[in-house]
């Protein structure tokens, strides 16, 4: 079984700030990491993935995230935040196996402020 | 191309009645699952179809609740009677093939239900 923990349900900013939104999880097993984003009224969009390789991800919109196995972790971040960035952001994990199904954490509440 | 769209986008029905969800997923895609957030919690698995096959429905809560995906296009989730722990919003998505190279599920909009 797997699981995922977003220990802020809520994060302000201020505008060109920085930002960190914390993910941690749990497996028994090996497995794939994602951060979908909710802006509002409209449908989770994927921001990034990992699969494999370099534990440094890119995504969209200038966010990044970087695995780290030992401390189980996929933290997302971005250097300097806008406004357009209020939204509702969840950490998902799948091993993979079992057609892909995604286990998503509670979500963090991103608000940038002025 | 069109996403994946989900129809009501809002349903507020009675304790006892029925309520049927609706999803289209994109164009040639394989998979479609259904998920559920209940309001302040994690987002939740509920089932997953390949075609018109459920491949996975061990996230479906009990038996008020039905899933089919007819001719393995559209898919609809059946709730019936409803209860008032059913409210929260229900997502779609569907992904192409289950290949770790083609992961990315897309989702729709999800139909935000409230039982009264």
């Known amino acids: 079984a797997q699981s995922v923990t977003q220990l802020d349900s809520q994060v302000p900013v201020f505008e060109e700030a920085p930002v960190e939104l914390r993910c941690n999880y749990s497996?028994?097993?090996?497995?794939?990491l994602f951060w979908y984003v909710q802006y509002p009224n409209q449908g989770l969009q994927l921001l990034l993935k990992?699969?494999?390789?370099?534990?440094l991800v890119k995504g969209i919109n200038g966010f990044e995230a970087e695995f780290n196995k030992s401390q189980t972790s996929f933290h997302l971040r971005k250097p300097s935040v806008h406004i357009s960035d209020t939204a509702e952001y969840f950490c998902?994990?799948?091993?993979?196996?079992?057609?892909?199904?995604?286990?998503f954490g509670t979500g963090t509440q991103l608000k940038v402020e002025l | 191309e069109a996403g994946v769209t989900q129809f009501p986008s809002h349903s507020v029905i009675e304790k006892g009645q029925t309520v049927t969800l609706r999803c289209d997923p994109i164009?040639?895609?394989?998979?479609l699952y259904w998920y559920r957030r209940v309001m302040g919690k994690e987002i939740k698995f509920l089932l997953h179809?390949?075609?018109?096959?459920?491949?996975?429905e061990s996230g479906m809560p009990n038996n008020r609740f039905l899933a089919e995906r007819t001719g393995g296009t559209y898919s609809t989730l059946k709730v019936q009677p409803a209860e008032l722990e059913d409210s929260g919003v229900y997502f779609c998505?569907?992904?192409?093939?289950?290949?770790?190279?083609?992961?990315?599920?897309?989702f729709g909009q999800g139909t935000r239900l409230t039982v009264v």
């Open positions: 998505a569907s992904s192409l093939n289950q290949g770790l190279g083609n992961t990315e599920a897309f």
């Open positions: 497996s028994s097993v090996s497995v794939y």
């Open positions: 990992y699969l494999s390789g370099s534990t």
């Open positions: 998902a994990v799948t091993s993979g196996g079992g057609g892909n199904k995604l286990t």
């Open positions: 164009s040639g895609h394989d998979n």
């Open positions: 179809f390949v075609k018109e096959s459920k491949q996975d």
